[in-house]
């Protein structure tokens, strides 16, 4: 536990140090360079940000914009939509659903930040993002530090002991971690935080799910990256007969 706990400590110390370059607006930066011209879909647009990412690509020049969410359509969303004359459609559903993939279609660009860590099955939810996208993907996600030794390691925080939580703890956060900081909610199954994933299994995970690497930001405790559609995932099963 000494040797976790050092390690986290160690990564939110290099945040730190980092100072203004902490505060960089990367997943801003990477929507403006990738939605001018495009069609454009947020998967996880509405907590916390009630559709801000959608408006920005909206703003940057993509062609058409969707938001999906297992939330309604926030107070704050609906207004800043009347205030833009925004043309920002809005899909409620889960995207595991193939009725809610269905109604959002295909887009040339695929966002989803803030999502990956909170499903109990990460590479099927970059399946279901992967069907739904025609060339790009950006995933952005929180991550814990690379392991030294051990590349593209996972940690599954339901099977945490109560002294292992205590190590991600330190990890620094503004809002309860639901399922460490705070108890296992089982009433609502996405509000929970499953896995930390260090950048090299996040990549990997997005390799297998049939992308290639085209950018990866990272930063202690987060990172953005941006892939290109390639080929079918190997984890799509064999080939109808």
Known sequence: MLVARSW???ARLRRLVRGPRQSRPIR???????????????VGCMWNVDGAYAFLAESSGATTVTGVDLLDESE?????????????????GDLHDFQTRDAVGHHDVVYSSGVLYHTPS???TLEDLGSITDDMLIIGTATIPEV???????????GLSAAGKKVYEAAPRRTPRVGITTPFDFDDIYANWWWGMTPSALCGMIRVSGFEIVECVSIPFFACVVARRQHPSVTAGPPAS
């Open 28 to 42: 801003e930066d990477l929507i403006r360079k990738y939605a001018r011209g495009r069609s454009f879909v947020d």
């Open 8 to 10: 986290i400590n160690a």
């Open 148 to 158: 030294p030794g051990l590349e593209a390691a996972c940690v599954f925080y339901p």
């Open 122 to 124: 990460p590479m099927q």
């Open 76 to 92: 704050a969303f609906l207004a800043e939509k009347r205030r833009r004359g925004s043309q920002v459609r809005f899909v409620k």
